[in-house]
């Protein structure tokens, strides 16, 4: 009884929260969180809206989107593309550009459900190859519409059960002034290119396609324009060819009136212009394939094509005729020249590639891309994929030793390395921007994994000083790094960006561009009217800056250069920034306070330049209401925009600021024909403004009205203010300046920030350091340690005191000279040009001379540092490591600096030199000769014997060794000289005991002797049959090789037979030599040619005796012989050939050589006597042809691959 009574109190306890909910559900115009469960943050496409008026280096006239009838389609679509941002700003101005480098034409979705139309205008991004950092969020994958068989939230079906409410009273719902027009016949199409021709204009194109991502390609697309906003489309398949199909929508930026329209690679490479927006068009061949476009700032017909074989192309009759300016050319690094900067309107900005790892910073003129034309702004190579050209700085990256040095020139000036506090030591580094005339840089430090430090520069974009640590970064969808860093559009000087501090993601405002941070403060108010207790520091407000997964989910951000102050983002509060409960937040007063306008995802666009705001909701569903605010998303009014509910897809607005008409594209079931809803909310706004609509603000910063050094008002309509504001309003009223204080400095570079907020020199700064260009009788500014804020307009106050000061150049004596090469490296190769730099940091330029030894007897004075500006070039003539020396000296002192530089040669081939038969525990020497001979600083590593993990490294090219077991060992030597490693290896039988002796033939040899490796293996091989056959010799006991070189030589080799104690070698001896003293060893080389083998009056290796029992006799008689036979020798090689010497060298194994890895060097060692690998092969004319150094011989030196001479 007690358990069914129990039961039944937990019932009506349900059945009562239920009805609660349920009550105060019908109660609210605005979804209570509160009320439903889950979590509705979660990846869509983004609704985009466009500015016709943004920057002319690319036209921002396009909305590409998609839908979703396909999870897995979607989000390849998604994917492939990448987005860029208005330079305006505003609403929803960012939208994808799969193939436009730069602020170019399209953009592109996939069909889906709405998402985020807020924009990421001022996003910092940059591309992985890149060092550029661009902006605007990028696609990710898994974009698109609800997965099939998704579980719907409560929320999504209570919504669901709202719109079935709506609809059946619908004559007392607000009503927007739409019509709908549908695609007919695309159902089928799944990404959409849409552009609006510009402001004031009537006419819309779009480009409907049915992309194939299990092909990759295009495989129908559609043409449609309409004349009347988006009321009707007219189909164009038929003026651009029935058949053809089209893959992607280009606009001029100067003129969008001009549209180019590219075939799908697959069928046809053509494109087709038009110049009457869109009515008419012409068809042109392409012989190369466009991978992106970039379209020239000022000229309206110039245009660059990127093609997929690394070839940039150039017309400038708007893709009528191509030519082709460059070859090898880097992706995406490839700029047009900017005005009052570079001296020829034509000039292109280049990086091309020179070999892997090395890359060259060229400039061409458009049309004449010569080497005679061609420019080097930079004297060097360049890492690949590092330059960067970005207003009036241009960066390039030098890698040294693995550290890279990143060089900046400010107004097309010299290059010089950027200057980051000493022991930054960055492990990458990213420019955010250039506006304002200073560069904003990302730094990853190396302590550093997932967060950036921000560093602001000078007006030379050389010095740098701390701005921000730890700012939060995510990467890309194409390993791009994404900063969290957003730029208000409006207010010059005001960032937004997300900080980790102790594991805690907070996000943090300036008013003065990064002098003085803080976090925000969270509302006071929710949407209920609820209190809600956020107390500073420990709660605030946190924004999501960062792209997501989907770069168009609710963590973005919007603002506008027409509607300064008020911003619209997403994000929570506490004390650090979550994914969850995430809500839309709205300021009207620049940051100061911020308002909770939804507390789920909204997508929220500007109108009428800010003075009205719509918001379309977050949804799987489809719908058919959005809301409108007239007082900065204090008030929403719910109006019906179809009267069919429609899963949308994207959105897009009437160019301009004004912005009155929009048009939502979406489909009412994902296989259904696109529908255009095109909305005009001009009804809305019955008039124009006057004065009287207008109310005006005060930026400020917490009650501080100075910012930047100004008071600034602004102006703007007051609440419900109805009308239009027209081309003519200015936000902005009035400035006036502020006297200066110390918020408007900065630290200057050497100077770090104390916690009084004054600033002190670091430790490794020392502040008396004046420029090396500082010169007798003239100024320097000597530095206080503060600098003034870029852009800040104070005056007086503080400024004389913070401010640096003009004084005289004294006389000092130099110091901080420093001596490299050009290329950063410590090496050189012989007889290439050296160019050496000195750099003077202290000291009298003009009146310091430089004395430069090169280490090779020869040197340079100069009278001073300023006159080797460009280097010092030297060409060495000989291989080795020379002591290279710079000394500066004027009449105060002198300093020296000192660079060891290493001269070498390519390593072509190693031979390793070792007898064939060695004496057991009997000294051998091992030579690893090398070719050329002299090629610098080299590293020996041998592998002896069965001693393969341990190997011996020597610097010496010769070892000796000794043998302690019989049988045979292998010696494996590799070589390393550079980058450029060599192997050779040899294998040695080694016996108690041997005896040899040298053997001639026949002069009739002679003539059939080609001296080559292979005829003299197979010689040796007839000769130790024959003489096996005359003597009956055991073959196990025999070794036999023909010695390279005229008249032909051979030598035989005795080994003891293992069975018998007592060795046979005199016996065997006796016995070979009376075979050849009667001539009964003989071999027919070729029918007719019988060669006949002697014995020779001396053995070149006489008997090896390493019994205990020999004689002193024995010993000096030996020694004899050996005398006698150089003797002999000498003579023989003077009267053998004259004029001239030949020098003989005994090697064997002659062979290619090649790269090898140290791993397993003894790798196929023979295990018996018969697997033996000999040879004894260096020709005369070798020796005698290879000069000293690099130098190539005139005969042609061919290590042969085939098997050794040696036959065993």
Known sequence: METRQFFWLRALLLWLLVMFCSIYATRADITCRTCQPGNKWRARELLLKFDTSGSSTGSRGEEVFGRGGESGRAAAGGAQSQSRCSGAGGPAECAPEPRVKGDTAEKEFTKGKLSSVISNKHRTRRDSTARKVGRGPEPRPGAGSAAPGRRVTRSDVRWSAEERRAAGARQEELRLNSSTFALTGDSSHNQAMVHWSGQNSSVILMLTKLFDFNLNSVTESSLWRSTDYGATYQKLNDK????????????????????????????????LISSDEGATYQKYRLNFYILSLLFHPEQEDWILAYSHDQKLYSSVEFGRRWQLVHERVAPNRFYWSKMGLDKEPGLIHLETSISEGQALYVTCKLQNCTDANKGKPFPGYIDPNSLVVQDEYVFVQVSTGGKPIYYVSAKRDVFTPMKLPKYTMPKDLHVISTDENRVVAAVQEWNQNETYNLYVSDTSGVFYTLALENVVSSMG???????????????????????????????????????????????SRDLRGSSIHCVLPYCSLHLHLHVSANPYTSGNIASRDSAPGIIVASGSFGSELTAGNVSVYITSDAGNTWRQIFDEEYAVLYLNKGGALVAIRHTPLPI?????????????????????????????????????????????????EWQLVKIDFRSIFNRRCTDADYQTWHLHDQGEPCLMGLKRIYRKLKSLSRCVMGSMYAASMTSGPCECSEADFECDYGFERRTDGKCTPAFWFHPSSMSRSCTTGMTFLNRTGYRKVVSNNCTAGVSVEYTARRQKCPIQAPRGLYLVTSEGALTATLGSNVTFLVFLEEGDSARTSITLDFGDGHALTYSNVSSIEDGIKHIYKTVGIYRVTATGENSLGSETATLYLHVTCQLEHIHLSAPFVAVRNKEVNLTAVLWPSQVGTVTYIWWIGNNTEQPLITLEGSVACTFSREGISSVTVQVSAGKTILQDRKTIAVHEYFKSHLLAFSSNLDDHNPDVAEWRLDVSRVIKSSLIQATGVREDQLLVTVLPGLPTTAEFFLLPDKRLKDGNLEQLSEVLLGALNQNLVQFTLRP????????????????????????????????????????????????????????????????????????????????????????????????????IGCMKPHVHVKFSTELPTYVV
Request: aromatic share 8%; proline share 5%; glycine share 6%.
């Open 1088 to 1187: 007719e040619v019988q060669v006949t083998v002697y014995a020779a009056h001396l053995s070149a290796a006489p008997l090896v005796d390493t019994s205990e029992n020999h004689s002193g006799s024995a010993m000096l008689m030996l020694l004899s012989v050996v005398v006698v036979g150089l003797a002999v020798f000498v003579i023989y090689k003077f009267k053998r050939k004259i004029p001239g010497l030949n020098v003989y060298a005994q090697m064997q194994n002659e062979k290619e050589q090649e790269m090898m890895s140290p791993a397993d060097p003894t790798e196929a060692t023979p295990s018996s006597q018969q697997d033996l690998v000999h040879s004894l092969e260096i020709l005369d004319t070798e020796l005698n042809s290879r000069p």
């Open 240 to 271: 651009v060819g029935a058949k053809t199909i089209l893959s992607y929508l280009y606009v001029s930026p100067n003129n969008k009136r001009k549209i180019m329209l590219l075939t799908d690679p697959e069928v046809e490479s053509s494109l």
């Open 477 to 523: 969808p194409e390993g791009n790094v994404m900063v969290d860093l957003y730029e208000v559009a409006g207010i010059k000087g005001m960032f937004l960006a997300n900080k980790k501090t102790d594991n805690q993601v907070k996000t943090y405002i300036t008013y003065n561009r990064g002098r003085d941070w803080r976090l925000l403060q969270a509302p």
């Open 624 to 672: 058919r209401h959005l809301w409108l605010s007239l007082d900065e998303g204090r008030q929403w009014n719910k109006y019906s925009f179809t009267n069919t509910p429609l899963f949308v897809d994207g959105v897009l607005g009437e160019p301009g600021d004004e912005t009155l008409i929009m048009t939502i594209f979406g489909h009412v079931s994902h296989r259904s």
